[in-house]
């Protein structure tokens, strides 16, 4: 976050002339005084104790879209129809009961505050995943399937942290593994938008549980020793510097700062360092579990304690399976018992106590969430032969922890069905509202699209009861 105070001599209004200076020039890059001088009111202590708490951010997005019965919002006095498959059990909250699928999950509820009321009434995958990444509604509505990525999007939340917080050197502010979230075709709302390609999240695509694991970008060649990169880049410098008329082009600049944070990226040990796993004990990665989401969570561990603002570990898609992700419209209880949540309840809470064990869970929000929930009602789904439950954007559950997130709690509920929300409703503006406010960002910001036109970074409120 910038830092307002310092020791240099301060002006009638409290700001010193270096202040002032670097509040003018930072204008340009849509962060207006407003909302800085509210950002030093929080040094000063005039501000709700949650904000900025966090000093990273892991979002863990279930792609496909959990079921709320069978996870954290069950109805065991309902009708079987909509009660499901499987029955519930108690958690360490005395009354609050979870699908019988998460044991070890349900031991670590006291860490958590669950939010049973999110709603998007959104049932399309890419038009509620780009409600819940940016927190606005897509241009051309809801419930529309045929909405693709465009860089007139709003961007993304993974975005405005890299465009709003500053990592540090040699580590990139906002990295996304191990696969971006696609079905057909890649959905909207995953990358800087408006904001341009320069402020796009770190994708990476990879297979943290492989054997043979390894990011291939961040590998010198052979025979490049560090001093060898080093001595290349000022290389580079001296033969590619442009004439004057050049120097102010955006695509030159664009250029310059992409090539400066490879480099930056391959000369620093620190983002190398982390994404190597082969330094976690053997046993550690077991405890994680070694499949594709355990090694994920272990991976987004190593990257907010290097120092990344935000880490994203997205919910893989097989190719080769039947299983389309969380999106289980047929086959619900086979893949549920035997795909989705066993790698989900193995991973996540060790992922928990892993942080808390290092000091790192107080200073790190971690959102367990997904693009919506599933139909309260069992359906034939064709034309398969099986049940299963529907897209359903009207109320599901998402699950905070960490970071000033007052544990042992579930804020909000949905009707007797599961179908709506009945009390404390939250839309996807809280939630990023809620995200930006525990990183330290106010969340009435302003950034400004290529017309210059204004837009806050959210619409939405700060969920003060979380914390």
Aim: proline fraction near 9%; hydrophobic fraction near 35%; aromatic fraction near 8%.
């Amino acid at each position: 976050m910038i830092g307002l105070l310092g020791p240099s001599a301060r002006l009638c209004d409290g700001y010193t002339r270096r202040e002032m200076l670097r509040l003018g020039g930072l204008s340009a890059f849509g962060i207006s005084l407003p909302h800085l001088i509210a950002a030093k009111r929080v040094h000063a202590g005039d501000a709700r104790p949650s904000f900025g708490r966090a000093k990273s951010c892991i979002v863990l997005w279930m792609t496909g879209g959990p079921p709320q019965h069978e996870t954290w919002d069950p109805k065991p006095d309902a009708p079987a129809e909509i009660r499901g498959p499987f029955d519930s059990i108690s958690t360490s909250l005395p009354g609050i009961r979870v699908g019988e699928l998460m044991p070890n999950t349900a031991r670590i509820l006291d860490k958590l505050c669950v939010l049973r009321a999110v709603h998007t009434d959104n049932p399309s995958h890419p038009g509620s995943s780009y409600e819940m990444m940016t927190g606005v509604l897509h241009p051309l509505g809801k419930g529309r399937d045929d909405v693709v990525d465009s860089r007139s999007d709003f961007p993304n939340f993974s975005s405005i942290v890299k465009r709003l917080r500053q990592a540090p050197p040699g580590i990139p502010a906002a990295v996304v593994i191990p696969e971006p979230i696609f079905n057909v075709p890649f959905y909207p709302g995953q990358h800087g938008g408006f904001l341009g390609s320069r402020f796009d999240p770190w994708r990476l695509t990879c297979d943290p549980s492989a054997s043979d694991f390894k990011i291939p970008e961040l590998s010198l060649p052979d025979g490049v020793s560090d001093s060898r990169l080093s001595a290349r880049t000022g290389l580079l410098n001296l033969v590619d510097s442009p004439d004057a008329a050049l120097r102010g082009d955006a695509t030159w600049k664009t250029y310059k700062t992409d090539s400066q944070q490879a480099f930056d990226l391959l000369a620093g040990r620190r983002a190398r360092e982390a994404l190597d796993l082969s330094r976690e004990p053997p046993e550690v990665r077991d405890r994680y579990g070694r499949h594709k989401f355990g090694q994920g969570c272990l991976l987004a561990r190593r990257l907010v304690e290097a120092g990344v603002p935000l880490v994203q570990v997205n919910w893989h898609r097989d190719k080769d399976d039947d299983t389309p992700m969380w999106d289980a419209h047929w086959k619900l209880e086979d893949n549920l018992k035997r795909k989705l949540m066993p790698p989900m309840d193995q991973s996540y809470p060790v992922l928990l106590d892993d942080l808390e064990q290092r000091g790192l869970l107080s200073e790190t929000l971690v959102i367990w969430m997904g693009e919506f929930g599933r139909t309260p009602k069992l359906e034939f789904v064709a034309p398969h032969p099986t049940i299963g439950r529907n897209h359903w954007g009207n109320v599901f559950s998402i699950a905070l922890a960490g970071a000033g997130v007052r544990g042992g709690q579930v804020l909000g509920s949905s009707d007797k069905d599961g179908a709506y929300p009945k009390d404390f409703a939250v839309e996807p503006g809280d939630l990023l509202a809620t995200l930006y406010h525990s990183l330290g960002i106010d969340p009435h910001a302003e950034i400004h699209d290529p017309l210059n036109r204004p837009h806050p970074i959210s619409r939405g409120r700060v969920l003060e009861r979380v914390f």
